[in-house]
């Protein structure tokens, strides 16, 4: 099992360029999520998936978009990037439900916008 | 408001016991989980507390008590490659669909020999 995979690693920005940051994972997993984490800080949820078709924004959605096609992946696509969308990006998957407390995270993706 | 307090930093010495404490503050609560993040690294999981009381994994434990709204994870015979930042998470409601985690700011623990 590769677990959780994302792609690319790092990621430099011009302002107002755009891009999508790819998330797959082969656990079967039906919840996925994405996460942004700033220095010194915990995680932010940005979207958040129950399954294939089914997305939700979580708290900080503005400036992303998502999709979930399948099970395996959870693209997250940024628009017109702003500096404040430096960060680093985690993708995340984990059981449905009572398993949700136990996630899987990628690598991150870390991405700079100048 | 939502809102999981932890120390910013803790520092403890090679085979010492440290201790994290986490207060929450949320509108829903399923459980408390703890993550272990190295620097550069993912958050991997280490524990999780749906009930009261202590649970047990190797030489990490993690404690609920949830009238108090209040969990520690404590460390036992530290290593060096225990250094890093642990980060408590509230399994809430939000949005409805019982599996979002809530992250606390991160507690960042320096392993000195």
């Known amino acids: 099992n590769a677990g959780v995979t994302q792609t690319p690693k790092f990621r430099i920005l011009k302002i107002g360029q755009s891009m999508t940051l790819q998330c797959t994972q082969d656990m079967n997993h039906n919840y996925m999520y994405w996460y942004r984490q700033d220095p010194g800080m915990g995680l932010k949820l940005i979207y958040y998936?129950?399954?294939?078709?089914?997305?939700d924004k979580g708290e900080v959605p503005n400036g992303y978009n998502v999709s979930r096609s399948t099970t395996e992946d959870f693209p997250l696509r940024l628009e017109l990037a702003a500096p404040s969308q430096t960060s680093v990006y985690f993708c995340?998957?984990?059981?449905?439900?009572?398993?949700?407390?136990?996630?899987?995270f990628g690598p991150g993706t870390r991405l700079t916008v100048t | 408001g939502q809102s999981l307090e932890q120390p910013s930093e803790v520092t403890a010495v090679e085979g010492a016991i440290v201790q994290i404490n986490c207060t929450y503050q949320t509108s829903g609560f399923y459980g408390l989980s703890w993550y272990q993040q190295h620097d550069g690294g993912a958050p991997t999981f280490l524990s999780y507390n749906a009930l009261d009381g202590l649970e047990e994994t190797g030489r990490f434990s993690s404690f609920l008590s949830r009238s108090d709204s209040y969990g520690y994870l404590l460390l036992q015979e530290l290593q060096m490659k225990d250094s890093a930042s642990y980060f408590c998470?509230?399994?809430?409601?939000?949005?409805?669909?019982?599996?979002?985690?809530?992250f606390g700011k991160g507690t960042k623990l320096s392993v000195k020999p």
């Open positions: 998936s129950v399954g294939a078709g089914i997305t």
């Open positions: 998470a509230v399994r809430d409601d939000y949005g409805g669909s019982q599996g979002n985690l809530i």
């Open positions: 995340a998957s984990s059981f449905s439900g009572e398993g949700s407390y136990e996630q899987y």
